[in-house]
């Protein structure tokens, strides 16, 4: 027993996903087109898919962001989550790896709820503020470059509705942010990670999921 989060080994992880990962057969297929990637550790946890879809579900999420999108395993994961009418805003830079979701996207019947945006993010966001979007979202997912985060994050919370949520992930930067910064990366991390703990903008909760990600939800 234990009143902290439990450090899974593997035998108790593939217990968790055995015991509760409910995956639709095209996310199961793209994570498996996925893994021989040589970037496959960009790609989120299944569980961390399924946990961000119910998310998207109890908060009947309508219009929602995210900044990263890889090879499109949490785009899927969200956008069969979404309502016939929900729609995405996905950001990314690399049209290579988006690439290899989007079939997968097709075959799950979900690609009209997913507008690519091949563009840097801070530039797509910036251009959706203009366009008077503020307070229009109900939810993003942070899953990029970790030095523009709080650059994101600013954005995704102007975009936010208040009770609107943003997801923020690697939080926790495999253990490194514990320890004095060796890179930008890191930096970057602890010091939004900083920042979010004060700030009176949000509630939140940093969760012990993956890599780490928090959950802020706008005032
Ligand atoms: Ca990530």
Redesign the pocket.
């Known amino acids: 027993m234990s009143n902290r989060s439990l450090n899974l080994d593997d035998t108790l992880y593939h217990y968790l996903l055995g015991h509760s990962l409910r995956e639709h057969p095209c996310q199961t297929a793209l994570r498996a087109a996925t893994a021989s990637h040589p970037r496959a550790r960009?790609q989120?946890a299944p569980e961390q898919g399924q946990f961000m879809a119910l998310l998207v579900k109890l908060l009947g999420v309508k219009r929602a962001i995210e900044v990263g999108v890889f090879t499109g395993y949490s785009a899927l994961s969200v956008a069969l989550a979404l309502p016939a009418d929900g729609r995405l805003l996905a950001c990314d830079i690399s049209e290579e790896f988006t690439a290899l979701g989007l079939p997968y996207w097709r075959e799950a019947g979900v690609a009209d709820k997913i507008e690519l945006k091949l563009a840097p993010a801070l530039q797509t966001l910036d251009e959706h503020l203009a366009k008077g979007e503020a307070g229009s979202y109900d939810f993003a997912f942070i899953?990029a470059d970790k030095v523009s985060y709080d650059g994101y994050y600013e954005r995704c919370l102007s975009l936010l509705r208040p009770g609107g949520l943003v997801l923020i992930?690697?939080v926790l930067w495999g253990g490194d942010v514990a320890r004095p910064a060796q890179d930008a990366d890191t930096a970057a991390l602890q010091a939004l990670n900083a920042k979010l703990h004060r700030d009176e903008r949000v509630d939140l909760s940093m969760l012990p999921l993956a890599?780490g990600l928090t959950l802020v939800r706008k005032r």
Do not use: K, R
């Open positions: 960009m989120i899953d992930d690697n890599d």
